[in-house]
């Protein structure tokens, strides 16, 4: 046997038992393995060992036998099966402690997988899939599955995992330019425009699986036809334990926006046509009794729309009184006569948000699903009243939008320690039972998918630090790369967030959307100087070359990966800037206007290569213009007479981390930020900073933050002060979606400055800055000659 390629696996121990000692368990080549499972089990476990089955045999090109002299014993609590007899009673008891739990030990030379219910069993199945080697995105971003001379699976080794989160899952939105398309024009062809069929969704419930989430929001826009219009996808939902929900604007499993069109009556209005939109819900809840759901309850207008017949906030309540009055008598009369034993959940939204705070009375049961801003930073954390329900909380959170200030529907560049640090904070605020994450349409949002789930099942899993969030992405890139690539693709990725945290590629034209200002409908200028646009112009470059460079070094069969993961996201991200950098420059006499253009053609061409991979398999998945915004035309050549902005320097600078000494805990930084090295500060802690040869009788004391919400949904504030002395307590929350949060989530700061006066000029000058509430997060400190008239 040839054991040069064997992995060996890093066990997980979560109790220490006495084995005695047998030969370690080893997969190797051509060799065929033997599989016991009851027939007891359900559909989503067949289908998790029909995807295990796959990939062993691609692995070591070999079958996995069902046989009752078997080597993995497979089983759900409760079965009688042999697996759940081989395992041990202190594991089985701690697996009656947790929902989707299952346990994988070695003993005997066999291996015993078991679930606490049906997920379970299915995760722990899939888990043989990861620890041969087999990456979660290995159909869809073609992660070429590597042959393996041997793996072995340590005698004496016991795994037992549970999720952190109870509901996990995603919500394809916006799917109009890329998954829709490619699903009825590509992957699964129809003759009915918009259908995504059972064979895409097979593919999507396999990844879910794989990524160990459990939930599922389909497409809803009016360009697809609806999840339930078409054949066949409730079965493949079932067949792989899907639990199916919808948004927050498709009540009781109803897509209204296209459904009410085909099977409702009259208006979409409960509250004069109220027995219409009952028998509307009702057939949907009645065609589904027998499959796992999640319930979305209340109501809004069609597609996200104003709720219809109720106008005032008052009007509104009472309807939202009675609409879950009713929603609840048909959960009960129709799926369990205890509807606490049915998931449901409330979304707090726009006008049902206010009524929710008015005081509406929700059942203690049903989840409160609170939402980010649309740009990842989550407006509310569950307060203690909420934190007590038995229903618990959740995050619906985005790293894709369609809406104002600006769409970024096309690369997915949210920060990963922004996507950390708030779901991390949520978590530990209560919101541990629903995580719905809205990821457009798949790709090229990998990664950042990838990291919300682990997070979703194992919230410890990521050391909470930068290094741990490095360790975790430089993890992924090792995967699909290779170990030895994966270093330099750390710093690679790490410049790609960090950049596109300072202005996301779809917000460089300066323009917005859905705004009646004529002025943002134009390609403009950023209020940035020459020297400004020519450093980042230069750093793109930089990243581009890098990644071409590392390209000719990835192996030709895992290049379509590459390409998919990180050369388009990456090169497109540079020409962006580029097409736009260049264009303002051009604009003013400073560029030729051929630098713009050919940029243009750069992505062009990038995203043709990127439809024409693995002979043609994603063709119309990627889009580089959703909407034709006019971010994503050709900059308009004409010229400006007005000058750049001055490039001015502050008379220091300095970076959150760089502090020079604390009080209270420790600050926290996790690569977030400018310069990647943003600090969290805890409430009541205070950090100061050192600074030199400060000549000036006046300074302007700038201070830039993540523009984060209010924890307790009232204030962010910080204290600084100057030289010991207090200068002022600055709140910097910002009000629904004003002109100030506009900006800051454009830019990714909420920016402020502080006057002050020097008493001695020269020497030393400490400025500190105290956090007064929670989720303060500090990014730069910049010290500004001030004038007398300011």
């Known amino acids: 046997m040839n054991l040069k390629k064997i992995i060996p696996f890093v066990a997980t121990f979560a109790l220490a038992l006495p084995y005695p000692v047998f030969a370690d368990f080893i997969f190797t080549k051509e060799n065929n393995v033997n599989v016991a499972i009851s027939a007891k089990e359900a559909p989503v476990v067949n289908t998790a060992l029909e995807i295990f089955s796959r990939d062993y045999s691609a692995v070591f090109a070999g079958k996995v036998n069902i046989s009752s002299n078997a080597q993995i014993l497979i089983g759900t609590l409760g079965n009688g099966s042999a697996a759940e007899k081989g395992i041990d009673h202190q594991s089985i008891q701690g697996l009656k402690l947790h929902q989707e739990g299952y346990v994988i030990q070695v003993k005997n030379d066999k291996v015993y997988i078991l679930g606490s219910d049906k997920r379970g069993t299915a995760y722990g199945i899939l888990e043989l899939s990861r620890r041969i080697g087999v990456s979660p995105w290995e159909w869809w971003a073609d992660a070429k599955i590597e042959q393996r001379n041997a793996v072995v699976l340590k005698n004496g080794f016991n795994l037992f995992e549970h999720p952190s989160v109870a509901l996990r899952g995603i919500f394809i939105n916006d799917e109009d330019w890329g998954l829709t398309p490619w699903s009825y024009l590509t992957h699964e062809p129809s003759k009915i425009n918009g259908q995504v069929g059972p064979k895409t969704n097979a593919r999507i419930f396999e990844l879910l699986l794989r990524l160990r989430a459990n939930t599922f929001w389909p497409p809803m826009h009016e360009v697809s036809v609806a999840f339930y219009q078409t054949p066949g996808n409730k079965e493949m939902a079932d067949q792989y334990g899907i639990i199916m929900g919808a948004s927050h604007c498709e009540p009781m499993m109803r897509n209204a926006n296209t459904e009410w069109k085909i099977d409702g009556k009259g208006n979409y209005d409960f509250v004069n046509n109220r027995e219409n939109v009952l028998n509307f819900w009702q057939d949907r809840v009645t065609q589904l009794k027998n499959s796992d759901n999640l319930y979305t309850l209340g109501i809004r207008g069609v597609h996200d729309g104003k709720m219809q017949g109720a106008n005032t906030l008052q009007e509104q309540k009472d309807a939202l009184v009675n609409v879950l009055k009713d929603q609840r008598e048909m959960i009960t009369n129709t799926l369990n006569s205890n509807p606490e034993k049915v998931p449901q959940v409330f979304i707090p939204y726009k006008e049902v948000l206010d009524v929710y705070n008015m005081g509406l009375k929700i059942p203690d049961d049903v ?46 560049t949210n920060h990963p320690a922004q996507v950390y640090t708030q779901m991390k904070m949520a978590y530990d605020k209560g919101a541990k039972d629903i995580w719905m994450l809205n990821v457009g349409d798949i790709k090229p949002a990998e990664y950042l998918t990838e990291l919300f789930m682990d997070m979703a099942w194992n919230i410890d899993q990521i050391k909470d630090s930068k290094e741990g969030l490095d360790q975790h992405l430089q993890n992924w890139l090792s995967r699909e790369f290779g170990a030895k690539n994966a270093p330099e693709l750390l710093s690679v990725m790490n410049e790609y967030y960090r950049l596109a945290y300072i202005r996301k590629p779809e917000f460089m034209a300066n323009t917005r959307t859905e705004e009646k200002d004529p002025q943002f409908k134009v390609v403009a200028d950023l209020p940035w100087s020459e020297q400004e646009i020519k450093t980042r112009i230069a750093q793109y470059n930089v990243l581009s070359d890098k990644v071409i460079t590392i390209s000719k070094l990835i192996a030709p069969e895992k290049q379509d990966a590459w390409f998919e993961l990180v050369e388009y996201p990456v090169r497109s991200a540079a020409e962006m800037n580029k097409k736009h950098l260049y264009g303002q420059l051009a604009r003013h006499g400073l560029a030729e206007w051929t630098k713009s253009d050919d940029a243009f053609d750069t992505i062009q061409g990038l995203t043709a290569r990127y439809n024409s991979l693995a002979n043609g398999k994603w063709k119309n998945i990627m889009n580089a213009q959703p909407r034709d915004l006019a971010v994503f035309q050709k900059v308009p050549h004409h010229t400006i007479n007005k000058p750049l902005t001055e490039d001015k320097k502050p008379l220091a600078s300095t970076n959150g981390s760089d502090y020079s000494s604390f009080k209270g805990i420790k600050p926290v930084g996790h690569g977030l930020g400018y310069n990647r090295n943003a600090i969290s500060l805890k409430k009541g802690s205070t950090v100061s900073y050192t600074f030199k040869d400060l000549n000036v009788d006046l300074l302007n004391i700038e201070v830039s933050l993540a523009p984060n919400h209010p924890v307790d949904d009232k204030l962010i504030r910080y204290e600084i002060s100057l030289d010991g002395k207090s ?12 002109e100030e949060w506009k900006v800051n989530v454009l830019r990714n700061q909420a920016i402020r400055v502080t006057k002050a006066a020097l008493l001695k000029k020269g020497g030393s000058h400490v400025i500190s800055i105290k956090a007064l509430d929670e989720g303060v997060v500090l990014d730069q400190v910049k010290v500004w000659k001030r004038e007398v008239r300011e």
């Open 367 to 412: 989840t409160l699903l609170w939402c980010d801003d649309n740009y990842g930073y989550i407006r509310h954390f569950p307060n203690e009243t909420e934190r007590k329900r038995r229903g618990g909380n959740g995050v619906y959170y985005h790293i894709s939008y369609w809406g104002r200030p600006h769409d970024y529907l096309w690369l997915a």
């Open 727 to 738: 200068l002022q307590v600055v709140d910097y929350h910002t009000v629904d979606r004003n």
